[in-house]
């Protein structure tokens, strides 16, 4: 995280050493010229390069992205010392100038777009249409950006959220309800954007499941938990957010994965974050059973054998655990019964005037639903050019 007292963000920029053939940028899922941006923040004119990063998630990015996979990763510099810290400068240049929303063009005027979903993918691309000139209605069932404000705090901070909500006030039209695709289709928009994201959640697989706390609603709750011991499931950084925020209510907390170490999806930072705070990780176990016993519950994991992330054995219960409480965030998928009658399996390719992005498409990170957006965007702006 970007500390403003010890962190001179212009100084940073100037260590990019501005190459030819920058091997930082095909890192970068979005494909943002970074070395360009980096001399802009280093001019100091923040907000031309805010409009040159081009989307609203820019400091988003640059907390909950894997950095060292992507732009950092690339960066020349750290082959031999340390990478330019990009994903700071992100955050700094953001906070000093979040990104405007306006209208820049009138080339999609008189043209109505919907968006379904008010996800990262929902919102870029209901930027970059109204940034066109189009009238944008966005549908969500929930509230604007709510999976990004079940991150916790310490990982996002809400101020990152409230700069981008501040410059979409006014701009997009956002209707809290579900939408049907179909008829959005066929019958009222010209354009239509599904990012409604991975909204099916997956099934722990163990009898009395129901015994488990889905980690949407556990991430919301701030039931102080000293002394009880917590059980989270899975091995991605929702689990380890999970983990994270048991252990700062006051919880002990044991994470149960179904592979090994090399397997998790969990981001490396964060799965020693989690480490470094108190979580033990169990790896190769899967819970099979869980029951009410003597006022709390019990967990039974079975032994597991695993090859890579794929094919996966289960054997006998190797130990019970006693517990207060079972986190099951193992994470979910995307409805595709939303697009039955629209798309067909390929749904990165556009089907009509239907468009899909972030998790519905596959994306993973912010920037890759960020990517999917400006994609489709500049697809349907070309085409009216």
Same mark, same amino acid.
């Given at each position: 995280?970007?500390?403003?007292?010890?962190?001179?963000?212009? &100084?940073?920029?100037?260590?990019?050493?501005?190459?030819?053939?920058?091997?930082?940028?095909?890192?970068?899922?979005?494909?943002?010229? $970074?070395?360009?941006?980096?001399?802009? $923040?280093?001019?100091?004119? %923040? =907000?031309? @390069?805010?409009?040159?990063?081009?989307?609203?998630?820019?400091?988003?990015?640059?907390?909950?992205?894997?950095?060292?996979? &992507?732009?950092?990763?690339?960066?020349?510099?750290?082959?031999?010392?340390?990478?330019?810290?990009? @994903?700071?400068?992100?955050?700094?240049?953001?906070?000093?100038?979040?990104?405007?929303?306006?209208?820049?063009?009138?080339?999609?005027?008189?043209?109505?777009?919907?968006?379904?979903?008010?996800?990262?993918?929902?919102?870029?691309?209901?930027?970059?249409?109204?940034? &066109?000139?189009?009238?944008?209605?966005?549908?969500?069932?929930?509230?604007?950006?709510?999976?990004?404000?079940? $991150?916790?705090?310490?990982?996002?901070?809400?101020?990152?959220? !409230?700069?981008?909500?501040?410059?979409?006030?006014?701009?997009?039209?956002?209707?809290?309800?579900?939408?049907?695709?179909?008829?959005?289709?066929?019958?009222?928009?010209?354009?239509?954007?599904?990012?409604?994201?991975?909204?099916?959640?997956?099934?722990?697989?163990?009898?009395?499941?129901?015994? =488990? !706390?889905?980690?949407? &609603?556990?991430?919301?709750?701030?039931?102080?938990? !000293?002394?009880?011991?917590?059980?989270?499931?899975?091995?991605?950084?929702?689990?380890?957010?999970?983990?994270?925020?048991?252990?700062?209510?006051?919880?002990?907390?044991?994470?149960?994965?179904?592979?090994?170490?090399?397997?998790?999806?969990?981001?490396?930072?964060? $799965?020693?974050?989690?480490?470094?705070?108190?979580?033990?990780?169990?790896?190769?176990?899967?819970?099979?059973?869980?029951?009410?016993?003597?006022?709390?519950?019990?967990?039974?994991?079975?032994?597991?054998?695993?090859?890579?992330?794929? =094919?996966?054995?289960?054997?006998?219960? =190797?130990?019970?655990?006693?517990?207060?409480?079972?986190?099951?965030?193992?994470?979910?998928?995307?409805?595709?019964?939303?697009?039955?009658?629209?798309?067909?399996?390929?749904?990165?390719?556009?089907?009509?005037?239907? %468009?899909?992005?972030?998790?519905?498409?596959?994306?993973?990170?912010?920037?890759?639903?960020? @990517?999917?957006?400006?994609?489709?965007?500049?697809?349907?702006?070309?085409? %009216?050019?």
């Amino acid at each position: 995280m970007v500390d403003n007292d010890v962190f001179d963000c212009e &100084q940073e920029c100037g260590r990019c050493l501005n190459c030819a053939k920058p091997s930082c940028v095909p890192f970068c899922p979005v494909g943002n010229r $970074i070395p360009q941006i980096l001399q802009i $923040i280093k001019s100091g004119d %923040y =907000a031309e @390069a805010t409009r040159m990063v081009g989307h609203p998630f820019g400091e988003v990015c640059g907390y909950v992205c894997p950095r060292e996979r &992507q732009c950092q990763g690339g960066c020349v510099l750290g082959r031999r010392g340390e990478s330019v810290r990009i @994903a700071d400068a992100e955050i700094a240049l953001f906070r000093q100038h979040p990104y405007a929303v306006e209208r820049i063009s009138d080339v999609l005027k008189g043209k109505r777009v919907a968006v379904i979903g008010g996800g990262v993918s929902g919102v870029t691309f209901a930027v970059k249409m109204y940034e &066109q000139g189009a009238d944008v209605t966005l549908y969500e069932r929930r509230e604007l950006l709510s999976t990004l404000k079940l $991150i916790p705090e310490f990982r996002l901070p809400r101020a990152a959220l !409230t700069r981008i909500e501040r410059q979409l006030a006014g701009k997009i039209v956002a209707v809290n309800a579900n939408a049907d695709v179909e008829l959005c289709a066929r019958e009222r928009f010209d354009v239509v954007y599904v990012a409604t994201g991975a909204s099916v959640c997956n099934p722990l697989g163990a009898a009395g499941e129901e015994f =488990a !706390t889905p980690y949407t &609603q556990f991430l919301a709750d701030k039931t102080d938990l !000293t002394g009880k011991k917590a059980i989270v499931v899975g091995g991605g950084n929702t689990a380890m957010d999970c983990a994270r925020h048991a252990i700062r209510l006051g919880a002990s907390v044991t994470v149960a994965y179904r592979r090994t170490r090399n397997d998790m999806p969990a981001f490396d930072k964060e $799965i020693a974050l989690a480490e470094s705070e108190g979580a033990n990780i169990v790896y190769n176990v899967a819970p099979v059973a869980i029951v009410w016993q003597n006022g709390g519950l019990a967990v039974s994991l079975a032994q597991t054998v695993s090859q890579g992330r794929s =094919a996966l054995k289960t054997g006998d219960v =190797a130990s019970v655990l006693a517990c207060d409480l079972v986190v099951a965030a193992i994470g979910g998928k995307f409805d595709r019964s939303v697009l039955a009658n629209v798309c067909s399996d390929d749904v990165r390719r556009p089907c009509g005037n239907v %468009y899909v992005g972030g998790d519905a498409a596959g994306g993973k990170t912010v920037a890759e639903a960020v @990517a999917d957006a400006m994609r489709a965007a500049k697809q349907i702006t070309d085409s %009216y050019k």
